[in-house]
């Protein structure tokens, strides 16, 4: 019979964990992009994989990237979250973001859980016909 109680609670305490996944991935991106917003690129840097501060070795190569290659991350006018999704035993967040042109995009957020937390494994900028347009 105590088997019971310990199911009913694991039950219980089950959808409490995945509520603080489904908000902690979506912070980490939101602060992110603060921090960039802010030209605070160490503190962007922090919220990197261990794998994307290996390829870009510092803070500013790394601001430079996102400044060039994702001007629309850099310098959003709006960003909203949406599915927080598993692909492959990994989360992946989609965000649409919208750019000071009033331009509209999907990004697919790669998102790992090291032991400092959610990290940012890599962001998919995808194209129109991922978009179903």
Not at 41 to 49: I, L
Not at 68 to 73: A, E, K
């Amino acid at each position: 019979m105590r088997f019971l109680p310990a199911l009913l609670l694991a039950v219980l305490l089950a959808p409490a964990s995945l509520r603080a996944e489904g908000t902690a991935v979506p912070d980490v991106i939101r602060d992110q992009i603060s921090a960039f917003q802010a030209d605070d690129f160490a503190t962007a840097f922090d919220y990197a994989s261990p794998n994307i501060k290996r390829l870009f070795g510092t803070p500013e190569r790394f601001g430079q990237m996102v400044q060039n290659g994702y001007p629309m991350v850099y310098r959003p006018a709006e960003v909203r979250m949406l599915e927080l999704r598993d692909i492959g035993g990994a989360k992946v967040q989609r965000v649409m973001i919208r750019d000071a042109q009033g331009r509209f995009h999907l990004l697919d957020y790669q998102m790992i859980e090291t032991e400092n937390g959610w990290q940012i494994n890599g962001v998919q900028l995808l194209q129109a016909a991922e978009l179903g347009v």
